[in-house]
């Protein structure tokens, strides 16, 4: 599913909250990714990461 022309400046306009879907949406269309990386592990939340 797609979006008009008008739902994406909407969407996207200043102050306006996109959902994560329409993100992706429009991510999608233009071959883009989202990437998530840690800024930082603290040694002691590793067993909680790790699921140990």
């Known amino acids: 599913m797609g ?3 008008p739902s994406l ?3 996207l306009s200043d102050g306006a909250k996109p959902q994560f879907a329409t993100i992706m949406k429009v991510l999608k269309a233009i071959g883009g ?3 998530v990386h840690p800024t ?3 040694v002691n939340s ?3 990461i790790l699921n140990l």
């Open 40 to 42: 930082s592990v603290r």
């Open 33 to 35: 990714q989202i990437q």
């Open 9 to 11: 400046y909407k969407a």
């Open 46 to 48: 590793l067993p909680y």
């Open 3 to 5: 979006l008009s022309r």
